[in-house]
């Protein structure tokens, strides 16, 4: 939405990791629950939990507390899936703790994310850094605005 | 050019082609031609008519090359039909060469008057120029009404009317005008051309004319059939009715449909199929009759419609054996070999696209049997077989899959021959072969990069063959294996499923979820009940195995696979063995419920590997569609995709390849052992020695060729009974020999895991125990005389800076199992007269063991490194024996004899070879050559019996 140079945007923000994440809600298919069908694939990344079939077609879930953790998180059933368009990868959701708020954000509240070394600091790697392509930036709080072209390339990190 | 017409000419280009080369082959079957006339001339005509056509359609749209390649061979065919004659072998060549230039040509077909054709055509020019000159008496005239019936064979006839006087011009493009008439300014012709009636109507649509068949009584019938159908069946000879009546097809008998639509069509039905699974599920759960009814029937329309799609992808596997024939023939003309073909099963069909992925395989086999399978003629005849060699080629539909099995009566694999070549490519060590059954070293042949073939050939050993035979079937989700016996034959067996995209599948549970078994690697589940677990599944090497069907199967237990990313060592799969046999010992002492303990085993098979496959429980069969893993998740190799279950749930297809490479060891070595049958040919001094520890003071070694296989055992596995050891070794139980009991050495030490040396020749059920395998070397031997000598050891030399003792492994054995020793010894024999016996023999290792066999008081025995040595001693002595190696430097044992044979005063001479070339053919050559006797280096046994048959000692 265009008003006097301002574009407005809207986000769709979620929380895991222990805090609040925004997402182009333009990127997201549908958001859904966590059915018991999830087909636990062994040898597969750490951030990996499974495959889902969503509707005929077999989606590969990520669990977007270990990759932020760098390392398999045993996840609570409560969470919610994010399921993203076609263009963003191929076939996959994102399972996270729970949804926040979606959120009309004009671009003057949004910083772009200079990450520093491409998602290392003090030379070691940081994936939420990696994932985080701008902040927004409210009243009281950053709010990291994650690029969903890089999940799938992240799990491979 | 429309793209379409030019599609559909090459698509039946296919047919034209494959029907002429069949025809030639037919041709080439008939015994006797003047018998069987009629099948020359129909052959003859059918060939002809083939090449015609594609004639036709290549002079319509401007295939200069292709038109000037059928019409030269049109009018060999021609020829041949006109005198009734069946080709010759220099023509039948011709014309399959000419097959083979086509085939080039239409495969760029765009380009193709581009390519060199010019030696072709010469040669086919140069052979009808020929056969003309010959046969010029013997034609008959060619004006004659007759001979223009003749040459309108395989031309259509055309009536073509029209206002438009300049078709004419068009008409004389395309064929010959027979007839022209004019009416009132409408103008009819009759015409005769190369051209189907569909192209010949296509090449005068701008002229607006009325283009009918010229056949005078079915005209009008033929009329309105051509007119309402597009197909047009193979030429037909014009005058005859009842044929032109053959001309169209109804319009549904055939319908080209792209492939691309076929593999949508069938994706659809593999989708519709979940559904279906879906539905069904539902169905019965929910209890509803009406959708129980509902369900039942799409069930069984899914079905319908799901084997109606199948049906159209699949093709009869004629369509790449009928390719073979035509192999066999050209490499039996290049071996100068007679092979026969046999094929069965053309008609057995399989999905295209399995279709298509086999034919390099299949030819590679094929060239394979011809080139290193069968044997030249004379070798035939030699080895008392038939001197035309055969080949057979069998497929089979069986439950879900096909089989196709390429046997061949011919000479057989050499397990040792493929064994020393993997080694001198260094795939493989000498201790892992001494370790490998015959079958396990046949399988060496397909390791990547393998080929005993001494130079690259264009018929097969290139050294690419085997391994790429196997990935590409293995890829298909088939399997390959291969079974051979030397001097009776090969078989290669491959198994491919019917189609790729919906399988039958085993569904299996497994940590709480579902997954799935191809059927096509599932040989049976079976199920250990309570103590039954703990009494049949073992430990070998640290491996668990089940005795199964009299051998023992390896287990890999799923969970474990699971659980780690990594692939097994020794020391892991020790782990989990020893882990679950601490999980039943500890459940029989504490759990009187211990009855109640099931343990499925699913036994699957990929190739030649088997295994067990421990699950949770085997559920159910289901019809699944393969799904690829998540790109993601493509480097994990222990499943081959995912799918959606009936219940909705997605679910992994195990891939068993990748769980047994993953968890098995790469060299098995604990099935059923086999008698090696050849012995390592080594004409150097030199001589391989493997050199163990026995206990913890001396160093032993025995001579390679003297050991058939080692076992890997463990010390608490030997059990003792009666004074004597021994260890189950399979189902056998095979007595341990200990050095230090019979020649009183040190003690063994008290290592885990010790090796049990098995003697080469003899039937004996022992072997040597070792602690320590140092290696294989070579070493010179030449024992010390100086050591100290005692019963049992051969001698005793230097092995690097190392004393080293050569026990006497027959002896060990014979002791260990207080069998007559005295038996296989000339010790307690006394002759009248001392035998005079000569050993001819290069290696001192041989030349002083053979002297210690003929070790007698009344039997006087001396040596010579060379045939040329004992030869020279023959003439200077009188000897009661000579006994002679055959590869000898200076003059060879062959050599030898025929001296020996040749000279007055020597020539009767009894006399032996003792040689390790060990095939029949090295035995014909021994015995042709003048020896009495052939015997194996060394076995102790037929030795002793032949020296006391020569010496009349029974």
Known sequence: MKNDGIINHNFYFFISAGRKWGVDIGAIREVGELTDSLCPVPHSQYSVMGYLNVRGDIHQLISFNSLIAGKRVEENKGGLVLFFKENIGQSFGVYVDDACEIMTVNNVDIEKWEAVGSGSRNNEFDMSEYLTSSVYRSKDELVPLIDPTRIEGAINI | MDEEIVESFRLESEEHLEAMEAELFALEKIEDPVKEESSVIESLNSAFRAAHSLKGAAVFLGFKNITTVTHAMENILGELRD???????????????????????????????????????????????????????????????????????????????????????????????????????????????????????????????????????????????????????????????KSVKKIAKPMDASVRVPVALLSELMALAGELVLVRNQHLRWASECGDSSAKEISSRLDTVTTELQTSIIRTRMQPLDKVLSRLPRIVRDISIALDKKIDLDIVGREVEVDKTILESIVDPLTHLLRNSCDHGIEMPA?????????????????????????????????????????????????????????????????????????????????????????????????????????????????????????????????????????????????????LVGKNIHAKIKAVNGQEVLNYHDSLLQLVRLNEVFASSKAFDSQKREEISKKYQQVYSNRLEVDDAVDSLVLDIAVVRVGQKRFGLIIDRALETEEIVVKPLHSAQSNIKIFLGSTIMGDGATSLILDIDGIAKHALSEVHYLENEHVADRSIVNSELSQKIISFAAGSNDKFALALSFIRRIYTIKTCDIQSIGGKEFVMIGEKSINIARLSKIMEYSVENRSQELYLIMPRFGKYNCGILASEIFGITDAVIDFEDSMLKRDGVLGTT?????????????????????????????????????????????????????????????????????????????????????????????????????????????????AISLTSLNTDDDRRRCLQAGYDKYLAKLNREEFHDSIKKIFNMN
């Open chain 2, 379 to 527: 070798a035939r005849v030699a080895a008392q077989k038939d001197e035309v060699g055969c080949i057979r080629v069998a497929a089979v539909q069986e439950s879900g899959h096909i089989s196709i099995c390429i046997s061949d009566d011919g000479n057989g694999i050499d397990p040792n021959k493929i064994a020393e070549s993997a080694l001198k490519k260094g795939m493989v060590t000498e201790l892992e072969l001494m370790k490998m059954s015959n079958q396990e070293k046949i399988s060496l042949i397909m390791l990547p990069g393998f080929s005993t073939a001494e130079s690259v050939s264009n018929i097969s050993g290139r050294g690419v063959g085997m391994d790429v035979v196997r990935s590409s079937i293995e890829k298909l989700g088939g399997t390959f294996e291969i079974k051979s016996e030397i001097g009776v034959g090969t078989e290669f067996l491959l198994t491919l499923p019917l189609t790729l995209a919906i399988i039958q599948s085993l569904v299996i549970a497994e940590s709480g979820y579902k997954y799935l078994i191809p059927r096509i690697n599932l040989e049976e589940v079976i199920s």
């Open chain 2, 798 to 910: 230097f092995v690097g800076d190392k004393l080293t003792i050569f026990p006497d492994i027959y002896y060990v054995c014979e002791r260990t199992l207080g069998t007559d020793i005295a038996g296989l010894s000339f010790k307690s024999k006394v002759f009248s007269t001392p035998k005079q016996v000569l050993i001819a023999e290069d290696t001192p290792f041989f030349r002083q063991l053979i002297k210690t066999y003929l070790s007698c008081e009344s039997m006087v025995v001396d040596t010579a490194s060379n045939g040329q040595e004992a030869l020279d001693m023959l003439l200077k002595k009188q000897y009661d024996l000579l006994l002679s190696d055959i590869e000898m430097p200076i003059m060879d044992g062959l050599e030898l004899i025929k001296e020996v044979r040749s000279r007055d005063g020597i020539k009767n001479i009894p």
């Open chain 2, 83 to 241: 005198s009734v004659k069946r080709p010759s072998v220099d023509c039948a060549n011709l014309l399959f060469d000419s097959l083979d230039a086509l085939s080039k040509l239409f495969v760029e077909l765009y380009e193709s008057d581009n390519i060199d054709v010019g030696s072709i055509i010469k040669r086919l020019n140069r052979y009808v120029e020929e056969s003309e000159r010959g046969s010029k008496l013997e034609r008959p005239e060619s004006d004659s009404e007759f001979s223009a019936h003749e040459s309108l064979e395989g031309m259509y006839k055309f009536c073509v009317t029209s206002g438009n006087k300049a078709v004419l011009g068009e008409l004389e493009l395309v064929g010959e005008v027979l007839e022209s008439t004019e009416d009132g300014g409408c103008y009819k012709y009759i015409v005769t051309s190369a051209l189907e009636y569909e192209l010949f109507s296509l090449s005068l649509e701008e002229f607006e004319c009325e283009v009918m068949p010229y056949v005078e009584k079915a005209i009008a019938e033929e009329k309105k059939s051509v007119e309402e159908n597009f197909v047009v069946d193979a030429p037909v000879k014009s005058e005859d009715t």
